[in-house]
């Protein structure tokens, strides 16, 4: 099983700040099988990012993926009101999907 | 629009049972697998199912292998989830979700329904 860790726990940030978040595999994630979500509180989560670096349909282009192997981030340029909430990686390249912890983006 | 609506949720007691069901509208249904994936209170996400679009391939994460079955139904575009033998650890809230493809595993989750609590106590 593939176990991912994201950091930091908690990111603190302001409104217009660039957000950094990262996910790192204990193993190779093959052919870059990696996505990111968004979950707001009371909200089912949202898809915002596959194959590492795609963006879903309807996603902002503030929200940026990148990295391969073992090594994945998720960047928000700028950060608005609305993107305060927990971002969870995934992988997908084997047959059982394992998520990372989550990294909560609050308010500074 | 793609649309999810579970359902069946509810209070049960540690080893008793419950079935799930999640409503699909909006796309067509057996041309993509559909999986379910549940979150404990106040805690991450976890993948627990993944049944392919015909039906007859499923997968299953280990936490709950022979105590929960999936399953669905093309004819009525519906996806169930039979719980058997609960326990006080799976208690959460469980998500159905529609996969990209349709495949004997799951790849990623997109869109989600909104969710429905199971409540083992």
């Known amino acids: 099983e593939i176990v991912l860790t994201q950091f930091p726990g908690t990111l603190s940030l302001s409104p217009g700040e660039r957000a950094t978040l990262s996910c790192r595999a204990s193993?190779?994630?093959?052919?870059?099988?990696l996505v990111w979500y968004q979950q707001k509180p009371g909200r089912a989560p949202r898809l915002l990012i596959y194959g590492a670096s795609s963006r879903a349909t309807g996603i902002p282009d503030r929200f940026s993926g990148s990295g391969s192997g073992t090594d994945f981030t998720l960047t928000i340029s700028r950060l608005e009101p609305e993107d305060f909430a927990v971002y969870y990686c995934q992988q997908y390249s084997t047959s059982r999907g394992t998520f990372g912890q989550g990294t909560k983006v609050e308010i500074k | 629009e793609v649309q999810l609506l579970e359902s069946g949720g509810g209070l049960v007691q540690p080893g008793g049972s419950l079935r799930l069901s999640c409503a699909a509208s909006g796309f067509t249904f057996n041309n993509y697998a559909m999986s379910w994936v549940r979150q404990a209170p106040g805690k991450g996400l976890e993948w627990v199912s993944t049944v392919s679009g015909s039906g007859y391939s499923t997968i299953y994460a280990g936490s709950v292998k022979g105590r929960f079955t999936i399953s669905r139904d093309n004819s009525k575009n519906i996806l169930y989830m039979q719980l058997n033998s609960l326990r006080v650890e799976d208690t959460a809230i469980y998500y159905c979700?529609?996969?990209?493809?349709?495949?004997?595993?799951?790849?990623?989750?997109?869109?989600w329904g909104q969710g429905t609590l199971v409540t083992v106590s």
């Open positions: 193993q190779t994630v093959s052919n870059n099988y």
């Open positions: 979700a529609k996969d990209p493809h349709n495949g004997d595993y799951p790849w990623w989750f997109d869109p």
